[in-house]
């Protein structure tokens, strides 16, 4: 499995900033993913961040909102950005390595928007 | 299309009583099946993986999850809970050839002494 970690561990930001996450593998890897999981809630996948091209968001989530980067194959970035109370959450990267079928998640980033 | 129903939002069972987490899915192709935990404050830890190998497949901290097509389930198992087993626990569908993970709604496990 894969050693992941994710800075900040939490964070508490005024309304109207942004944040930028971070995401480390330990390895390399083909696909990374961005989840938002909101209080009490299950998964909500963001976006798809694959190295080498643009990142695909899904219904309801936009590039403008969350941007994200991901320069190498160990390494990726989700900012939230312009943020109001309802960002808050707890928000997720995992990857999944080449013929694995299986995702792997980093120990999550907890938001508070005040 | 695919999804996943997780019946039971919270289970809570006695320290040493039978664990059963019940998970429905839906796929229009031989699926993959996942078993995930979540322990507050922390990421999604992989339980178990079910892949077509084998019916019943067993996972880490003595849970198991048996595969039935007849009736679409992946229910997971645990003969005696555990204190340390309180979490939440998601059960999650993959079609072969797709590449997105759908997860189901979860479910809270508390366990009292």
């Known amino acids: 499995s894969a050693v992941i970690s994710q800075k900040p561990s939490r964070d508490i930001c005024q309304r109207g900033t942004s944040l930028t996450i971070q995401c480390q593998v330990d390895?390399?890897?083909?696909?990374m993913f961005w989840y938002r999981q909101q209080p009490g809630q299950s998964l909500t996948l963001i976006a798809t961040a694959n190295q080498g091209s643009e990142a695909t968001y899904e219904s309801g989530f936009v590039i403008d909102k969350f941007p994200i980067s991901r320069p190498n194959l160990t390494f990726s970035t989700l900012t939230v950005s312009n943020m109001s109370p309802e960002d808050s959450s707890i928000y997720l990267c995992?990857?999944?390595?080449?013929?694995?079928?299986?995702?792997?998640f980093g120990p999550g980033t907890r938001l508070t928007v005040l | 299309a695919q999804s996943v129903t997780q019946l039971g939002s919270h289970v809570s069972v006695s320290e040493g009583a039978l664990v059963l987490l019940r998970c429905n899915y839906s796929?229009?192709?031989?699926?993959?099946l996942f078993w995930y935990v979540q322990y507050p404050n922390q990421g999604l830890q992989l339980l178990l993986k079910y892949t077509s190998a084998a019916t019943l497949v067993k996972g880490i901290n003595g849970f198991e999850a048996e595969f039935k097509k007849s009736e679409t389930s992946f229910h997971l198992t645990k003969p005696s809970a555990h204190m340390s087993d309180a979490a939440e626990y998601f059960c999650?569908?993959?079609?072969?050839?797709?590449?997105?993970?759908?997860f189901g709604a979860g479910t809270r496990l508390f366990v009292k002494a």
């Open positions: 995992s990857v999944e390595y080449s013929g694995t079928d299986t995702q792997y």
């Open positions: 796929s229009s192709v031989p699926p993959y």
């Open positions: 999650a569908v993959k079609n072969t050839g797709g590449f997105k993970t759908i």
């Open positions: 390895s390399q890897v083909t696909m």
